[in-house]
């Protein structure tokens, strides 16, 4: 079963990075589109940031934008969210998603066959 395998997460302080690493063998970004998501205590899941497949167009949260941003290397076949400028409302289990929706529905969770087994991250004050 394919499957993504999540790497990164951690204890940090408010302002601080940390970057995110999804692997994602037999998924090639000519072909699959990645997304990030993110679940924090009580809430629901929620949509942080995609890169689309092929030409690689990012999207991004209100919530991140201009802090965090998504790559990935072709060459490892690896997703990566560069986190920046971290605060505390960061803090959740940041997931990895793979699959092929249409641009419109990249935000959606329901958009994706193939999660990572997230990784928790958490940012103090």
């Known amino acids: 079963q394919v499957q993504l395998v999540e790497s990164g997460g951690g204890l940090v302080q408010a302002g601080d990075s940390l970057t995110l690493s999804c692997a994602a063998p037999?998924?090639?970004?000519?072909?699959?589109?990645m997304a990030w998501f993110r679940q924090a205590p009580g809430k629901e899941r929620e949509f942080v940031a995609a890169?689309?497949?092929?030409?690689?167009?990012?999207y991004y949260a209100n919530s991140v934008k201009d802090r965090f941003t998504a790559s990935r290397d072709r060459g490892r076949n690896t997703g990566l969210l560069q986190m920046n400028s971290l605060k505390p409302e960061d803090t959740a289990v940041y997931y990895c998603?793979?699959?092929?929706?249409?641009?419109?529905?990249?935000?959606?969770?329901?958009?994706?066959?193939?999660w990572g087994q997230g990784t928790q991250v958490t940012v103090s004050s």
């Open positions: 890169i689309k497949a092929g030409g690689g167009n990012t």
């Open positions: 998603a793979s699959g092929t929706p249409i641009t419109s529905s990249l935000r959606y969770a329901s958009s994706y066959a193939v």
């Open positions: 037999e998924r090639p970004f000519s072909r699959y589109s």
